[in-house]
């Protein structure tokens, strides 16, 4: 049988999109009772008598209907493209009970602990028979769905299924245990699930698996047709204060993001006058609210905490290593109120779904899209108890990255640079600034919330006893970028660096990103060895005053 058949066996409904999974499982039971396979011991499950009916939003519905033409049109590996808050968990139980109603076996892969045990949870409200492959929790393999952890079925091998679903399928780009399970499982239709499909290489060919990682992407909705429609709340944002991240040193992340390193974006960040500035502006522009902060680490989140505690804020902590009891009990009181801010450096930025959460405080500067989006959808759901969510950001990722509610670029990266592609790219849009009055981060000039308007500055140098004016700076014209970029690329081989390089002096000249520039190398000018080594200097004192300083 080929893929395509395989695909339509698993993934068409016998029953319709509202039937229970007791309907499913039992049709599943009589036919093996029938064939002898099963005996009193080992009988999978089939739901509570009383399990809900599974009723999809219409982008929900449309998402399930098109992964299943994709998959049935000969693509093998598909990402499903939904926002944080879309409710990508109800399309993947869709596919699941489709594939139960066929009387096929799924493997729904998770790659933390606690997805496992979350993703558990919501099976089994919903009436979903499943067992569990984690370690030692390991219960139940004969049942026809299994919920498990990628590191323990690469160790351990996975089950013969008839389909695989992947949660936060962003990290299948940079792991080896992903790639080897499936190619192991060669042939096996796989459902990729992410709120941020922009991992480096998550569409990179590989041999053992015949093809790209993910072939096709399927997007659900955007944030801001989610927005528009009810289904997540808009944001405003203010950026109060932001740490000195001149000289810091980045690295590849687990999602293939050039990223700032954990160990100096703590010391960059771990201030008492920034800390102290964290507090200060949440009193003011957040009081009473449920509150999420991610810090950069774990004493950064500690301290945090503390300086809330000194202010009368009811605050906790929580990290990986926080007892899986006592961390249950954190989360349980900031839902009930009893802990108004939870802090913490990244375990809440996926998996963790709380309405009511109100404001987010982003304390930790990354440069990453993916951290980025995860961390602020959050507090992007909607919640009978606000209309909009609230960012207070101290890391000036905001004026990096954009708004979180923007529309991002969403295409499978192949893992070549994204110059080499030769694709027609969008006009530029401004980036966003703090407003100087009341810190509310906008893209006009003039302030929506206070109405500063900041004077437009005159081209005069105002000196004494004269006045002289400046001239106007000219425009870069189009062949002065492509020849600064082909004198960087000219620099870059020299030096051995990477594109990415290339690309940040590129904007630290201009103050945009390089857009349909030729890869053609140029011997470099003194100008331009002049303006890096003005670089190189700039960083060597800001390091030597943060030494200072320290």
């Known amino acids: 049988m080929d893929n395509t058949s395989i695909a339509s066996n698993v993934l068409a409904p016998r029953y319709p999109l509202t039937s229970t999974s007791e309907e499913c499982a039992s049709s599943l039971v009589a036919t093996q009772k029938r064939r002898g396979e099963l005996t009193a011991k080992n009988q999978p499950s089939q739901g509570g008598a009383a399990s809900p009916l599974l009723t999809l939003r219409p ?8 992964l299943r033409l ?3 049109g000969g693509v093998l590996r598909e990402m499903l493209c939904s926002p944080t808050g879309s409710g990508k968990t109800e399309i993947g139980m869709a596919l699941v009970r489709g594939a139960m109603a066929k009387r096929k076996r799924v493997a ?7 997805l496992v045990e979350q993703t558990s949870r919501r099976f089994t409200k919903a009436g979903i028979g499943h067992g569990i492959i984690q370690g030692e929790n390991t219960t139940r393999v004969y049942e026809s769905v299994l919920v498990a952890s990628i590191q323990t079925v690469a160790r351990r091998g996975l089950p013969d299924v008839d389909l695989i679903i992947i949660d936060e399928a962003h990290t299948v780009a940079g792991s080896s245990e992903y790639r080897g399970v499936l190619a192991a499982a060669r042939g096996v239709p796989v459902v990729g699930l992410s709120a941020t499909p922009y991992a480096k290489g998550l569409g990179k060919h590989y041999d053992e698996l015949g093809g790209p990682l993910f072939e096709h992407m399927t997007v659900a909705a ?7 429609g009810g289904y997540l709340v808009d944001c405003d944002v ?3 204060s932001e740490p000195d991240m001149a000289g810091i040193k980045q690295a590849r992340n687990a999602f293939g993001d050039l990223d700032y390193t ?3 974006v703590g010391r960059a960040v771990n201030k008492p006058e920034l800390v102290g500035d964290i507090v200060t502006h949440w009193l003011r522009l957040a009081r009473g609210t449920p509150t999420v902060c991610f810090a950069a680490n ?3 989140s500690k301290h945090i905490v503390e300086r809330f505690h000194a202010a009368g804020v009811s605050a906790e902590h929580i990290d990986c290593y926080t007892d899986e009891e006592e961390r249950r009990a954190i989360l349980a009181r900031v839902e009930t109120g009893e802990t108004m801010v939870i802090s913490n450096v990244g375990i809440l930025a996926e998996g963790w779904d709380f309405p009511a959460c109100r404001t987010l405080i982003l304390a930790r500067p990354t440069r990453s899209l993916i951290r980025y989006i995860q961390m602020a959808g959050r507090v992007l759901r909607p919640h009978a108890s606000k209309d909009r969510a609230l960012m207070l950001d101290h890391s000036g990722s905001v004026v990096r990255l954009g708004f979180p509610t923007d529309e991002f670029p969403l295409e499978l990266d192949d893992g070549t640079p994204r110059e080499a592609k030769g694709e027609a790219q969008e006009k530029e849009k401004p980036l966003p600034k703090a407003c100087p009055s009341c810190s509310y981060v906008k893209t006009v000039h003039k302030c929506p919330v206070c109405g500063f308007a900041p004077e437009r500055k005159a081209n005069v140098d105002v000196r004494a006893g004269d006045l002289v004016p400046l001239k106007k700076k000219s425009k ?4 002065d970028k492509q020849e600064f970029y082909s004198q960087l690329l000219g620099v870059a081989q020299e030096k051995g660096r990477q594109p990415g390089w290339v690309a940040h002096r590129y904007r630290d000249y201009f103050g945009v990103w390089p857009r349909e520039m030729q890869n053609v190398p140029a011997a470099p000018t003194d100008e331009v060895r002049g303006f890096l080594r003005h670089l190189q200097i700039k960083a060597a004192k800001g390091k030597e005053a943060r030494h200072a300083g320290a």
């Open 59 to 66: 982008y929900q519905s449309a998402a399930v209907q098109n």
């Open 70 to 72: 994709s998959l049935a």
């Open 108 to 114: 729904f892969l998770c790659n933390r602990v606690h």
């Open 222 to 228: 955007t944030i801001p047709e989610l927005i528009e």
């Open 238 to 240: 203010y950026a109060p």
């Open 262 to 264: 954990d160990a100096d």
């Open 298 to 300: 774990i004493a950064h």
């Open 476 to 479: 870069a014209k189009k062949m």
